[in-house]
T-cell receptor, first 114, second 114 residues
Framework: DAGITQSPRYKITETGRQVTLMCHQTWSHSYMFWYRQDLGHGLRLIYY???????DKGEVSDGYVVSRSKTENFPLTLESATRSQTSVYFCASRITGVGANVLTFGAGSRLTVL | GQQLNQSPQSMFIQEGEDVSMNCTSS?????WLWYKQEPGEGPVLLIA?????ELTSNGRLTAQFGITRKDSFLNISASIPSDVGIYFCAGYYINTGTASKLTFGTGTRLQVTL
């Protein structure tokens, strides 16, 4: 199906474990983003990528790692999960050029760290 | 980082009533976006605003880009039960214009009673 898909949709893990959240988009959008959503904070940017092999930190990047070897995939890894990383994670993408300011979001991945 | 003050935090209204919510910033923005998020889903774009003073409608929704470039409002007329959700404003700083600096408000949670 066309669009942006995230997996898994729900994940429970334990403190200290490594977790990878996947994001796949079928539009060939150049930009991709990871946000986390927490009560009282809205959506906060974790990492973004302007193109394959180009990534940069957002405002809450500590404890997270990203890669982008292919344009369509942008996985987010928590190398050693902590309880403070319990959150809902959203992947988003956008085009360049006209309408470039508009982000399209995936359905989210709800992560619980015990 | 920059903060967007979005108000009210929550609203409980009756079906048929009009709704108004707004966002303010201490910085000048060059784009305002309004998103709606339904339970278990990612935010979906409602309206995008690109020029100061711009007034744009999308069905029963109307949004305006404030003249000062530091605020925006969203109105919903004749609310219906499917309007339930969380409404987010988002904007880009005037001095960056890059997607990496898209800032989100903390959201307005709308509940509609019959």
């Amino acid at each position: 199906d066309a669009g942006i898909t995230q997996s898994p949709r729900y994940k429970i893990t334990e403190t200290g474990r490594q977790v990878t959240l996947m994001c796949h988009q079928t539009w060939s959008h150049s930009y991709m983003f990871w946000y986390r959503q927490d009560l009282g904070h809205g959506l906060r940017l974790i990492y973004y990528s302007a193109a394959a092999d180009i990534t940069d930190k957002g405002e809450v990047s500590d404890g997270y790692v990203v890669s982008r070897s292919k344009t369509e995939n942008f996985p987010l890894t928590l190398e050693s999960a902590t309880r403070s990383q319990t959150s809902v994670y959203f992947c988003a993408s956008r085009i360049t050029g006209v309408g470039a300011n508009v982000l399209t979001f995936g359905a989210g991945s709800r992560l619980t760290v015990l | 980082g920059q903060q967007l003050n979005q108000s009210p935090q929550s609203m409980f209204i009756q079906e048929g009533e009009d709704v108004s919510m707004n966002c303010t910033s201490s910085s000048i923005f060059n784009t305002w976006l309004w998103y709606k998020q339904e339970p278990g889903e990612g935010p979906v774009l409602l309206i995008a605003l690109y020029k100061a003073g711009e007034l744009t409608s999308n069905g029963r929704l109307t949004a305006q880009f404030g003249i000062t470039r530091k605020d925006s409002f969203l109105n919903i007329s004749a609310s219906i039960p499917s309007d339930v959700g969380i409404y987010f404003c988002a904007g880009y700083y005037i001095n960056t214009g890059t997607a990496s600096k898209l800032t989100f408000g903390t959201g307005t949670r709308l509940q509609v009673t019959l």
